[in-house]
């Protein structure tokens, strides 16, 4: 996502091989590549590999022990997507003529949408650490890095901040206040507003070891989420209002959740969120809007254990009546 808009993105996989004994699939990089970059990546890629290896190289073990680390170096050429009011091009992509979505995914993917958006976030972040440590800490490449970082896991606690100042107060609220992630994090608008080009190299330098720690902990956080997107608790939520904020909803049984005009995979994610707080046997009917969303949600929803009483098309929309089976 840039300003709001969905870009494609392409995962670089590496080191696949056929063999009687030696078959395997490639292994995931973690590189990713805008769509409109793709063609360029692979030029400069291969035309790199080319002139580093001979008719003596084995190819397999090349991309083995170097190739990984090369693709590393030639993607940080082409990760970056421009505003959607200079180039609407990179927010279509191949083989398409309408602009990206998610929606266009197959029923029950929602999930898998979801898992792609924090893949991405955590490239863009390690992409933007790595360029401000070589620009002397430069402020903006922080500042990105810690966009990114607190952006990634707010998806599945269903937001979609669309500035900078919104993701970090968004994190703090999802993630801090309810005891997901360390406090030590909880003055993250504070250094992103602090960060500019009139602080010493030494005070840079702490922004960027900040940041960097930040990283790195949504990472683990990344590592320690379950099937169902839910956390574990880091520690105790900050005040006591603030937990019986976070637990009031499921003293009011549900039963109507308007997600029309909500696209994939963040209806998925409401969708969710509310079914967690409503007890087990109660009913919620769900609005949808036809295609993709209608195609998608309930397929999700089921797979997650709930049960789908009934579909129901009203005008130019649907009603999904859904039982709450199981807590996630």
Not at 106 to 128: F, N, Q, R
Not at 226 to 251: C, G
Not at 279 to 301: A, H, M, R, T, Y
Request: proline share 5%.
């Amino acid at each position: 996502r840039v300003g709001g808009h969905p870009v494609p993105f392409y995962k670089l996989l590496l080191g696949g091989r056929k063999g009687i004994t030696q078959t395997r699939l490639a292994k995931d990089t973690k590189l990713m590549i805008p769509a409109k970059n793709l063609l360029l990546f692979f030029k400069d890629f291969l035309d790199k590999i080319n002139s580093q290896i001979d008719e003596n190289t084995d190819i397999y073990d090349y991309f083995d022990e170097q190739a990984e680390v090369l693709a590393k170096e030639v993607v940080q050429r082409y990760s970056y997507v421009p505003p959607y009011s200079e180039n609407k091009d990179y927010y279509i992509d191949w083989g398409r003529s309408e602009e990206f979505s998610l929606e266009g995914m197959g029923p029950g993917e929602c999930g898998s949408g979801v898992m792609d958006m924090i893949d991405t976030d955590l490239s863009d972040a390690k992409i933007h650490l790595e360029a401000a440590r070589k620009d002397n800490y430069s402020v903006q490449e922080i500042k990105k890095t810690l966009f990114f970082s607190a952006r990634a896991l707010l998806v599945v606690r269903g937001a979609d901040p669309r500035d900078e100042l919104s993701a970090l107060t968004d994190f703090g609220e999802k993630f801090i206040q309810a005891g997901l992630a360390d406090g030590k994090f909880s003055q993250l608008k504070e250094v992103y507003v602090s960060l500019s080009d009139s602080l010493s190299p030494k005070e840079k330098e702490e922004k960027f070891l900040y940041t960097k720690k930040f990283l790195e902990h949504i990472q683990a956080v990344y590592k320690n989420m379950d099937p169902q997107f839910n956390f574990p608790k880091y520690s105790a939520p900050v005040s006591q209002q603030e937990a019986k904020v976070e637990i009031e909803p499921a003293e009011v049984k549900a039963q109507v959740l308007d997600l029309k005009g909500i696209r994939c995979p963040m209806n998925y994610v409401q969708a969710k969120l509310y079914l967690e707080n409503i007890k087990i046997g109660d009913i919620v009917e769900i609005c949808l809007d036809e295609g993709e969303p209608i195609q998608n949600v309930p397929v999700s929803l089921k797979n997650d254990g709930q049960e789908i009483l009934g579909i129901k098309r009203t005008e130019n929309y649907y009603k999904v009546r859904v039982k709450k089976l199981v807590d996630l």
